[in-house]
């Protein structure tokens, strides 16, 4: 699988968008397959900050262990995850486009140490996609129905 990398272009405030993908209490109120957030330590926001995310997939319903381990508010956060046998590393950044709009990007990172990841996870790849690109739909519409700023 590798890397996959997915781009919106988000017609609202940087803040807002960043906002949305920073804090995981935004995330999982607007990802509908999202259906729980727990948070592992205090902190809720910024490096440091682990919780647990309860995700429908499918049929399946998996929970994922995520640190934040990278913060730049407005900027970028990053989120590492160990799973199946994989370190999922997750970068989200924003930066200003054309028109007052935000380039919401995000890009996966999957490096498969385990023989049965390395197998499986070429085979995910698709579904991951998917699953990355209507999380990123849904940030879009949420934060431009939030601004009155959606396309026709």
């Known amino acids: 699988m590798g ?5 919106r272009t988000v017609r609202a405030p940087i803040e807002r968008v960043f906002d949305t993908v920073a804090h995981c209490e935004n995330f999982s109120t607007v990802v509908p397959d999202i259906e729980g957030v727990e948070f592992l330590t205090e902190s809720r926001s910024g490096v440091g900050t682990r919780f647990r995310e309860t995700r429908r997939m499918g049929k399946r319903v998996g929970t994922t262990e995520l640190e934040v381990t ?9 989120l590492v995850s160990d799973q199946g046998g994989t370190i999922w590393d997750t970068v989200f950044t924003t930066r200003p486009a054309a028109d007052g709009a935000v ?3 995000m890009v996966m990172d999957a490096r498969p140490y385990r023989l049965v990841a390395k197998l499986m996870n070429p085979l995910i790849g698709g579904f991951i996609r998917k699953a990355i690109e209507s999380d990123l739909d849904a940030v879009k519409a949420h934060c431009e129905e939030a601004t009155g700023e959606g396309e026709a």
């Open 103 to 105: 380039e919401l990007k």
């Open 70 to 78: 990278e913060y730049v508010p407005n900027e970028r956060v990053r």
């Open 3 to 7: 890397r996959t990398t997915v781009v």
